[in-house]
């Protein structure tokens, strides 16, 4: 199986900050990579797929990058409703796999 | 609006039978692939299984391959997935999703809310 290492575990940020997550995947996934977001007792949300698209109604202080084994979730001006525990996944192999998760909170 | 709500989940002894619903509205049901995907208490994501739009198709991770079925109604909008000799380590939120295209890319666009699956004596 895929491994999908993300880094940091969890974060403090404060309102309007830049704030970076990364994932590391275990073999190269050619950019078959999706960013969720989990707010507190919801369902997950697709953010970006395809490691750089931004999946609609997304607002744009989201944005997703890398290739390869790395990739990175980004978020601009960070809001307090981006508290959540952010994942990412690979479909580039079967069994698909999750990131384990990064806590974000407000500093 | 898109909306997918499972239903069946509840406590369940080992080595016995669930099964559980998913029934959707909001988009045309037989044009999109489906994908049940679980979370253990407190723990991250796991994918379970996937069905194409006909439901010709299907996948499973191999923990639950030759236990777990997925299938659909198209008529009904409905998703199932029928669980056979659980285990423990199937106590998890079951959660229904939608594809984010038409074909099977495995990217979970929706979610429902999710139904708790026990697995305990």
């Known amino acids: 199986d895929i491994q999908m290492t993300q880094s940091p575990a969890s974060l403090s940020a404060s309102l309007g900050e830049t704030v970076t997550i990364e994932c590391l995947a275990s073999?190269?996934?050619?950019?078959?990579l999706a960013w969720y977001q989990q707010k507190p007792g919801k369902s997950p949300q697709l953010l970006i797929y395809?490691?750089?698209s931004l999946n609609d109604g997304v607002p744009s202080r989201f944005s997703g990058s890398g290739s390869g084994t790395q990739y990175s979730l980004k978020i601009n001006s960070l809001q307090s409703e981006d508290v959540s525990i952010y994942f990412c996944q690979q479909n580039y192999d079967s069994p698909y796999t999750f990131g384990a998760g990064t806590k974000l909170e407000l500093k | 609006e898109v909306q997918l709500v499972e239903s069946g989940g509840g406590l369940v002894q080992p080595g016995r039978s669930m099964k559980l619903s998913c029934a959707a509205s909001?988009?045309?049901?037989?044009?999109?692939?489906m994908a049940w995907v679980r979370q253990a208490p407190t723990k991250g994501l796991e994918w379970v299984a996937t069905i194409s739009t006909s439901g010709g198709s299907t996948y499973y991770r191999d923990s639950v391959k030759g236990r777990f079925t997925i299938s659909r109604d198209n008529a009904k909008s409905t998703l199932y997935l029928q669980m056979n000799s659980l285990r423990s380590e199937d106590t998890a939120t079951y959660y229904c999703t939608r594809d984010l295209a038409t074909r099977v890319s495995d990217w979970f666009a929706y979610w429902g809310q999710g139904t708790l699956v026990t697995v305990s004596s």
């Open positions: 395809y490691a750089n």
């Open positions: 909001g988009f045309t049901f037989s044009s999109f692939p």
């Open positions: 073999e190269d996934i050619y950019s078959n």
